[in-house]
Nanobody, 127 residues
Framework: EVQLQASGGGLVQAGGSLRLSCAAS????????IGWFRQAPGKEREGVSC????????YYADSVKGRFTISSDNAKNTVYLQMNSLKPEDTAVYYC????????????????????WGQGTQVTVSS
């Protein structure tokens, strides 16, 4: 059974940092792309970042470039999202997802391409 477990969310002040983790089970993450998405109250879910399991290519939304860093630890089958210089507008539920086709590159991958989704972790940034 494929499972994705997102964790690491919490409450942080503006300017602070958090590291989210996405632990995968039931498949090997270096055969898939892993993406991070977020959904703020009253807004649509949006793509934040992704990393290719095949070649390590990464994508970042313009809103997080220079502040967020995605990385993977294949030995732990875990992908991380390091979030620095957090802003109140980063407040959202963050989800990780896996794409079996591994389309992640320097451009965004549509959400419908992702096959498996985790349960989400809340990130709240206070001003």
């Amino acid at each position: 059974e494929v499972q994705l477990q997102a964790s690491g969310g919490g409450l942080v002040q503006a300017g602070g940092s958090l590291r989210l983790s996405c632990a995968a089970s039931g498949f090997v993450s270096d055969d898939h792309a892993i993406g991070w998405f977020r959904q703020a109250p009253g807004k649509e879910r949006e793509g934040v970042s992704c990393i290719s399991g095949r070649d390590g290519s990464t994508y970042y939304a313009d809103s997080v470039k220079g502040r967020f860093t995605i990385s993977s630890d294949n030995a732990k089958n875990t992908v991380y999202l390091q979030m620095n210089s957090l802003k109140p507008e980063d407040t959202a539920v963050y989800y990780c997802a896996a794409d079996r086709v591994d389309l992640c590159s320097s451009t965004a991958v549509p959400q419908y391409e992702y096959d498996y989704w985790g349960q989400g972790t809340q990130v709240t940034v206070s001003s």
